[in-house]
């Protein structure tokens, strides 16, 4: 069984950086398509950023592109999302998610995905 265990959420200033980590454990992280996913209070669970198994393909939400980076160290079971230039609309719980051997873009929406940490809060205040 896949466990996903997030780390590095907190609260900044807008304008900020962060950067959350998901180490993977009981699973061949090598093969398994990694996302990342934020829900703020009162909201459903939006797609943020997704890599592949090989890390080669990256896709973002257009509300984060230029801003967040999403990368993986296979050798260390280990998923980032290192965020810049955070603005309190990136207020959220911030989950960790897992899906084995899909192209990161068929993998969009919560349904898609058969693994979850228990997520990080982040809070940008201005």
């Known amino acids: 069984q896949v466990q996903l265990v997030e780390s590095g959420g907190g609260s900044v200033q807008a304008g900020g950086s962060l950067r959350l980590s998901c180490a993977a454990s009981?699973?061949?992280?090598?093969?398994?398509?990694m996302a990342w996913f934020r829900q703020a209070p009162g909201k459903e669970r939006d797609f943020v950023a997704g890599?592949?198994?090989?890390?080669?393909?990256?896709y973002y939400a257009d509300s984060v592109k230029g801003r967040f980076t999403i990368s993986r160290d296979n050798a260390k079971n280990t998923v980032y999302l290192l965020m810049s230039s955070l603005k309190p609309e990136d207020t959220a719980v911030y989950y960790c998610?897992?899906?084995?051997?899909?192209?990161?873009?068929?993998?969009?929406?919560?349904?898609?995905?058969?693994?979850w940490g228990q997520g990080t809060q982040v809070t940008v205040s201005l």
């Open positions: 998610a897992a899906k084995y051997e899909r192209p990161v873009r068929d993998l969009l929406s919560v349904s898609e995905y058969d693994y």
């Open positions: 890599i592949g198994w090989s890390g080669l393909s990256t």
């Open positions: 009981g699973g061949t992280f090598s093969r398994q398509t």
